[in-house]
């Protein structure tokens, strides 16, 4: 569905922050569900956050008030705010977006849904 590039990801201290940025092509920034996801070691994927063309967002409980996921339409980037970071925030961080994910906001769906993918940026959390 198109392409996607992450960046932003690095070696931080537990109660650090990082910004990851995912940079679309213009067809995959018109996709109606974009959203993070992260991969611990040895673990499955799962979600961080989601954000859909109206502007509702999601976010596992493990992240919220921690993570802040935005669009800048400018850049045409997704981005997400990482404060207050902690050793188990630790994983490759994956940018996602499905074109016609309509139930982007209901968060009953798996990672398997989304048809766009990026090659992931590592976020190392130190305590």
């Known amino acids: 569905q198109g392409q996607l590039v992450e960046s932003g990801g690095g070696p931080v201290q537990a109660g650090g922050s990082l910004r990851l940025s995912c940079a679309a092509s213009e067809y995959t920034y018109r996709s109606y569900c974009m959203g993070w996801f992260r991969q611990p070691p040895g673990k499955e994927r799962e979600v961080v956050a989601t954000?859909?063309?109206?502007?509702?967002?999601i976010y596992a409980d493990s992240v919220k008030g921690r993570f802040t996921i935005s669009k800048d339409n400018a850049k045409r980037t997704l981005d997400l705010q990482m404060n207050s970071l902690k050793p188990e925030d630790t994983a490759m961080y994956y940018c996602?977006?499905?074109?016609?994910?309509?139930?982007?906001?209901?968060?009953?769906?798996?990672?398997?849904?989304?048809?766009?993918w990026g090659q992931g940026t590592q976020v190392t959390v130190s305590s």
């Open positions: 996602a977006a499905d074109y016609s994910l309509y139930d982007c906001d209901s968060g009953s769906w798996s990672p398997g849904d989304f048809g766009a």
């Open positions: 954000i859909d063309s109206e502007g509702s967002t």
